[in-house]
């Protein structure tokens, strides 16, 4: 099993930037897919990004693509979610996901994880 804890988030202006961590227990990190997720209140949890156990592969959703960046240290068990350019509607609880998987190919549902940390607040103001 793996323990997810994330950090980072805060309140930033729109144009600004922020960088959420999530620090995996265990010793067999590298072993696992992780992935971001965000949801608002009263909607799913959507995909946002996504990386392979390796760091090879990574996807994102359009509306992200070319302003977030994932990427995992796995000496550190750590992944990151590098958010630049933010906009209002980048407002959202934001959830790390794992799920052991040693594959090149990443996945983008809830249902393919099984670990989840308890999220983390981001707020962009107009």
């Known amino acids: 099993q793996v323990q997810l804890v994330e950090s980072g988030g805060g309140l930033v202006q729109a144009g600004g930037s922020l960088r959420l961590s999530c620090a995996a227990s265990g010793r067999t990190f590298s072993t696992y897919a992780m992935a971001w997720f965000r949801q608002v209140s009263g909607k799913e949890r959507e995909f946002v990004a996504a990386?392979?156990?390796?760091?090879?592969?990574?996807d994102y959703t359009d509306s992200v693509k070319g302003r977030f960046t994932i990427s995992r240290d796995n000496a550190k068990n750590t992944v990151y979610l590098q958010m630049n350019s933010l906009k209002p509607e980048d407002t959202a609880v934001y959830y790390c996901?794992?799920?052991?998987?040693?594959?090149?190919?990443?996945?983008?549902?809830?249902?393919?994880?099984?670990?989840w940390g308890q999220g983390t607040q981001v707020t962009v103001s107009s």
């Open positions: 996901a794992a799920q052991r998987l040693r594959l090149t190919v990443v996945r983008t549902t809830t249902r393919e994880y099984g670990y």
């Open positions: 990386i392979n156990w390796s760091g090879g592969t990574t």
